[in-house]
């Protein structure tokens, strides 16, 4: 099934926002480490996600 682009600029914000502040559980259910300072990984997972997330 393929992705479908937030409608507007405001709910992809929105749903950045949202994951970034509940990544800490991505990065446990992975058994990863949350990175401190955050890095380009980090960004590209966010922003990846921010296209699916509700």
Known sequence: ME???P???DSFLGALA???ASS???YRNLDKKLPADGDWTFIARALSAAT???
């Open 18 to 20: 949202a994951w970034i």
């Open 24 to 26: 800490d559980g991505w």
């Open 3 to 5: 992705a479908v682009p």
């Open 52 to 54: 699916v997330y509700d």
């Open 7 to 9: 409608r507007t600029l």
